[in-house]
DNA sequence: AATATATGCAACTTTTCGGTTTCGCAAATT
DNA sequence: AATTTGCGAAACCGAAAAGTTGCATATATT
């Protein structure tokens, strides 16, 4: 069993799940009538998403209310630092680029 | 096939051959150097790189340099950005939190 | 021309994934 | 007390993933 973030995501009912729980803590039932399976589905889906701390669990009476660990987001956006620099630079290239040919054309 | 960026960034090769060719262009067999698997498994995560337009070909004789399509990682970036409202406003909250523990030390 | 090298592709195998169905349990409702 | 409801867990299934081995092909090298 991988079970990372990224492992988490790959998966577009999760990435839905992720994006409705973000808004606001929901039940497993409350989410599975957003798709076309069943509940159970869901509740293996947010099982995952618990294994990679993705998710909270908070207990009230016999409902489970899920919310989203926003904290467990960053570490894609900390993987993704690495290329922002990259496509920053570039975009600072074609920066120079354009600023070329704007001076050829004077 | 699913084949979208978020499937392809799930497999950890990949993410390291992605991170290797963000760098500089490579072969298929300079980066299976640096994986515990062979030629052809390396080249099957190419592919499917290829596939969802994360990576780029240039053919040089009978080598072909694989780079990063720095754009496509972008769409990753975009998914992100409705959780980077929620994190920065929380971030805030919290901020507001001290504030408040900071006017009551007064 | 013969051989070596770089690569992709296809066939095959094992493992993982995503789903369903069935079940058991605890909390609510009647 | 009996029934309904919300939930997770386990067993099972088909499809896809990730790897290997064995080709075929085109370009270099000798």
Chains 1, 2 share one sequence.
């Not at 790959?10 to 409350?30: K, S, V």
């Not at 009476?61 to 926003?70: H, T």
């Not at 690495?82 to 630079?89: H, L, S, Y």
């Not at 120079?96 to 001076?103: D, E, G």
Request: proline residues 2%.
């Amino acid at each position: 069993m991988r079970r990372d973030v990224f492992q988490a995501i790959a998966d577009p009912t999760r990435r839905a799940i992720i994006a409705l729980i973000a808004l606001q803590a929901m039940t497993p039932n409350a989410l599975a009538e957003n798709f076309h399976t069943s509940r159970q589905a869901v509740s293996k889906h947010l099982r995952i998403l618990t294994e990679c701390e993705l998710v909270k669990q908070e207990y009230q009476g016999r409902e489970i209310y899920y919310s989203l660990e926003v904290e467990k987001m960053k570490e894609i956006d900390k993987w993704l630092e690495q290329f922002r620099k990259i496509w920053e630079t570039r975009f600072n290239q074609l920066d120079k680029v354009l600023a070329n040919l704007k001076k050829q054309k004077k």
